[in-house]
């Protein structure tokens, strides 16, 4: 079946402006999760949902970074007033249930802040 | 504080060269430690998981195993295409999740 999809795969913007970032993860998984990579880095834990309630967002940076999953499948990650530091991959995964499963990245989305 | 840290940053290994890639957790409660692959410009790919002190997996020619401390992810006879970064992560009890830096894996033919 289809894996994890997310979208844009590469996304520039100017400091100062709002993206979004999207996530599809693999039908009927209920655990998503974001991470952002830098360059030579792991995978840096943002935000963890089951269902559509965030049951952890003890790793986003601060509250110019949002996420949602209304219907407990897409998610979105909003930033907002970006600055060059948020350039980074952001990483999609979702996990058949709770987080004791293994997790199914997406191929990343590239964002470059200029 | 929860860490996680692999050894060595990066390895080259001649094709059928056995050798093994260290993870070092110091974490206050371990649920999971998983091990990924991860290749240029795309996302981590998932190998194993481990939740207790003695357990091993295996998969072709990667094994991998857990103690208390640490996890190792052996890799025997290695052929070009297992080229790759290789990440580890743990599962706290306080479900947080955390990686490593990983080990960049280079198989020369």
């Known amino acids: 079946g289809a894996g994890v999809s997310q979208t844009p795969s590469n996304k520039v913007t100017e400091k100062g402006k709002y993206v979004e970032l999207r996530c599809d993860p693999i039908s009927g998984h209920t655990a998503l999760y974001w991470y952002r990579q830098s360059l030579g880095q792991g995978p840096e834990f943002l935000i963890y949902f089951q269902g559509t309630g965030a049951a952890d967002d003890s790793g986003l940076p601060n509250d110019r970074f949002f996420a949602v999953r209304p219907e407990g499948s897409v998610s979105t990650l909003k930033i907002q007033r970006t600055e060059r530091g948020d350039s980074a991959v952001y990483l999609c995964a979702s996990s058949p249930s709770g987080a004791a499963y293994e997790q199914y990245f997406g191929p990343g989305t590239r964002l470059t802040v200029t | 504080e929860d860490q996680v840290t692999q050894s060595p940053e990066a390895l080259r290994l001649q094709e059928g060269e056995s050798s093994s890639l260290n993870c070092s957790y110091t974490?206050?409660?371990?649920?999971?430690l998983f091990w990924y692959r991860q290749d240029p410009g795309k996302g981590p790919e998932f190998l194993f998981t481990l939740y207790s002190a003695g357990e091993e997996k295996e998969k072709e020619r990667l094994k991998a195993t857990l103690t208390k401390k640490e996890s190792f992810l052996h890799i025997t006879a290695p052929k070009p295409e297992d080229s790759a970064t290789y990440l580890c992560?743990?599962?706290?009890?306080?479900?947080?999740?955390?990686f490593g830096t990983g080990t960049s894996l280079t198989v020369i033919p």
């Open positions: 992560a743990v599962r706290t009890t306080g479900n947080q999740f955390y």
């Open positions: 974490v206050s409660g371990l649920r999971g």
